[in-house]
T-cell receptor, first 113, second 112 residues
Framework: NAGVMQNPRHLVRRRGQEARLRCSPMKGHSHVYWYRQLPEEGLKFMVYLQKENIIDESGMPKERFSAEFPKEGPSILRIQQVVRGDSAAYFCASSPGTDQPQHFGDGTRLSIL | AQSVAQPEDQVNVAEGNPLTVKCTYSVSGNPYLFWYVQYPNRGLQFLLK??????LVKGSYGFEAEFNKSQTSFHLKKPSALVSDSALYFCAVRTNDYKLSFGAGTTVTVRA
């Protein structure tokens, strides 16, 4: 039973490029959450999605960041026109319901040159 | 606002000794509390949770946590630490139906 799968594990982008981070939830999980971990800090909530719906994006920066969880395929976190401050580890988690523990992927470490 | 605090950045113990990682919480209403562990370059692994019931919660890998309402604490404990327990530990509180708010983390080093 595969866990939460994130790819790529490492992503390097130059300033101004786009970054796409993918997350496939655990089988049977329809709730997806994205968190960001800045160096020397804990994880910060970004967005919560269910299939084809954004439920809560209160933790997402207002510009350049977007997320989706289509009917088919993985959830995507998209960062347009990346800047140095976007360098972080981005973690995806999933759960079968909101009352169940969230299970995390191994993250995507984004580096901006 | 619902939040947790981990007062210690680092905890160092010798293998075989008891391990305690501290966490205090600030919530309105009943707290839903969690402990996660993160190994280098990996995601967070769920250890245990407290929702209601017994104040002593048992989790994975021999860890347990004690919920103390009067002290608003939820300390993680292990009676006998292993070198392989060396990792980064996060306490978290569920702030609404789904959102987790994490502490800053505590780095545990267990020396042989």
């Amino acid at each position: 039973n595969a866990g939460v799968m994130q790819n790529p594990r490492h992503l390097v982008r130059r300033r101004g490029q786009e970054a796409r981070l993918r997350c496939s939830p655990m089988k049977g999980h329809s709730h997806v959450y994205w968190y960001r971990q800045l160096p020397e800090e804990g994880l910060k909530f970004m967005v919560y999605l269910q299939k084809e719906n954004i439920i809560d994006e209160s933790g997402m920066p207002k510009e350049r960041f977007s997320a989706e969880f289509p009917k088919e395929g993985p959830s995507i976190l998209r960062i347009q026109q990346v800047v140095r401050g976007d360098s972080a580890a981005y973690f995806c988690a999933s759960s079968p319901g909101t009352d169940q523990p969230q299970h995390f992927g191994d993250g995507t470490r984004l580096s901006i040159l | 606002a619902q939040s947790v605090a981990q007062p210690e950045d680092q905890v160092n113990v010798a293998e075989g000794n008891p391990l305690t990682v501290k966490c205090t919480y600030s919530v309105s209403g009943n707290p839903y509390l969690f402990w996660y562990v993160q190994y280098p370059n990996r995601g967070l692994q769920f250890l245990l949770k407290y929702i209601t019931g017994d104040n002593l919660v048992k989790g994975s890998y021999g860890f347990e946590a004690e919920f103390n309402k009067s002290q608003t604490s939820f300390h993680l404990k292990k009676p006998s630490a292993l070198v392989s327990d060396s990792a980064l530990y996060f306490c978290a509180v569920r702030t609404n139906d789904y959102k987790l708010s994490f502490g800053a983390g505590t780095t545990v080093t267990v020396r042989a």
